[in-house]
């Protein structure tokens, strides 16, 4: 246990050098835009020169950029994300209200994904070659090839227009309502990372069937159901966890789109419209937030590699010893 939280540590730690790269390209790149804060203070409003100096001061609009980033990174460390300009409230109290729907969405998209990408793989590769197989691989072709916003269109349509199973626009506001609401959305999310999670697992499931240790085990004797469930398919979800972490990372940013096809009101909308007003604070704060997930995941990754495979858990330990002994010499 002392050493699964070693290496924890020093994978997060890894992490803090890369934050600050991108903490300041996020603040930088953002002011390269030809864009007022100003105006998006005001809402438009036309103010006294006297006023506009006051909000220049106020905002630190009058330091130089790299000053403004230190002032921004001193707050960010402290826990305060500053306040938006267009809704002159804490981004944090934005950022909590829209936060669980957003969360929600991802989060069932990603369920949705896993449960049925993984047995229409081992299906697929099970039946190799028969109709079953050829459905299933022309099925994943047209997910991976349907663009996010046209499967929430199309979803739409069908499901909450023409039958009426589902809701058209909104979210609920409990959790357990939103598995409800949610649901459409987040099948539409989830259909691009069926199709490449279920391609995978349907490549490597297949050359896990031909292997020799396979073939051993059928002549001894052994059932299919226990080869392919306790032995090819735990060999086959390494590469697959590695998709579904980078794809749940991709989904936080199609979440934009579903959101807005669906009007939930979560994160992607708010940066939708941060980006139009110019709101600097709300921006920097939604995209470093998106930052920060896309590497817990993949520190998530990480940790269940270490913890399904016995070959890195030795590389970490061996790596750990090698540093050690060197240390010592």
Known sequence: MAFFIRYLLKRAASLVPLLLVVSAAVFFLIRLAPADPITSITSGRRISDETRASLVRQYHLDR?????????????????????FKHRQPVADLLK??????????VMSAILAVVLAIPMGVISAVKKNTVIDRAISALMVFCVSSPVFLNAIVLML????????FPVFGAART??????YLFLPSLALSLNMVALMGRITRDRMIGELRSNYALALAAKGTRPARIIFAHCLKNTLIPVITVAGIQTGGMVVGAVLVERVYALGGIGALLIESIQSADYPMMQALIMFLVVLFLLLNLAIDIIYFVIDPRIRAAARNSQALGGNSGKT
Do not use: H
């Open 64 to 84: 130089s950029l790299p000053e403004q980033y230190l002032i921004w990174l001193g707050n960010l460390v402290r826990g305060s994300l500053g306040d938006s």
């Open 97 to 106: 209200a829209r936060f669980p729907t957003t969360i929600q969405l991802v």
């Open 158 to 165: 069908i499901f909450s227009m023409r039958l009426k199973w």
């Open 175 to 180: 959790i357990g309502e939103n598995i409800y």
